[in-house]
T-cell receptor, first 114, second 115 residues
Framework: GENVEQHPSTLSVQEGDSAVIKCTYS??????FPWYKQELGKRPQLIID?????GEKKDQRIAVTLNKTAKHFSLHITETQPEDSAVYFC?????????????FGRGTSLIVHP | EPEVTQTPSHQVTQMGQEVILRCVPI?????FYWYRQILGQKVEFLVS????????KSEIFDDQFSVERPDGSNFTLKIRSTKLEDSAMYFC?????????????FGPGTRLTVL
């Protein structure tokens, strides 16, 4: 089955700095890679995703890059703000029927200090 | 904006008891999922459901677990005989047809505590 490794487990930055979270996956059949943000006690929420036919995607301060050959993908947050503080999960998904089944990484706790 | 809802928010039960966790997916969604998250750990896939049957399940989803869509709106997860290690947050999620959007929308979760 799929195995997703995520690093670092904790990331502490100053407000305004950039933050980078990296994930690797093992199953070359995975073709959809969502990133979720989970605030304390809340539900996971999708913040950005990328499909395997794209190398990079950007949405305002958030960007994701994918290297299919090396089987790794990364989340980049620029100009971090205290409200970016949360746990971020990457996932590698494969299509099953009409949906995708994700395997999640262990999460990165991002702390943005004002 | 429509949201997935779950009840109860917190369920406390004795080991060996049956529990039913309830979810109301977003109304026009066709795929339904259950995940669990043990405290401080990653989210783990349990099962997906489409067209009134299970389409995929993980190794965690053994004979103690079952899912049902008893009516046009609810989607339930039943644990027949709870164990201490079933204590976790259980999230329901739903999504549209992949041809429209693959995004899964999560509910707020039910925290299950098995004593």
């Amino acid at each position: 089955g799929e195995n997703v490794e995520q690093h670092p487990s904790t990331l502490s930055v100053q407000e305004g700095d950039s933050a980078v979270i990296k994930c690797t996956y093992s199953d070359s059949a995975s073709n959809y890679f969502p990133w979720y943000k989970q605030e304390l006690g809340k539900r996971p929420q999708l913040i950005i995703d990328i499909r395997s036919n794209v190398g990079e995607k950007k949405d305002q301060r958030i960007a994701v890059t994918l290297n299919k050959t090396a089987k790794h993908f990364s989340l980049h947050i620029t100009e971090t703000q205290p409200e970016d503080s949360a746990v971020y999960f990457c996932a590698a998904s494969r299509g099953v029927g009409g949906s995708y089944i994700p395997t999640f990484g262990r999460g990165t706790s991002l702390i943005v200090h004002p | 904006e429509p949201e997935v809802t779950q009840t109860p928010s917190h369920q406390v039960t004795q080991m060996g008891q049956e529990v039913i966790l309830r979810c109301v997916p977003i109304s026009n969604h066709l795929y339904f999922y259950w995940y669990r998250q043990i405290l401080g750990q990653k989210v783990e896939f349990l099962v997906s459901f489409y067209n009134n049957e299970i389409s995929e399940k993980s190794e965690i989803f053994d004979d103690q677990f079952s899912v049902e869509r008893p009516d046009g709106s609810n989607f339930t997860l039943k644990i027949r005989s709870t164990k201490l290690e079933d204590s976790a947050m259980y999230f329901c999620a739903s999504s549209e047809l992949a041809s429209r959007s693959v995004e899964q929308f999560f509910g707020p979760g039910t925290r299950l505590t098995v004593l």
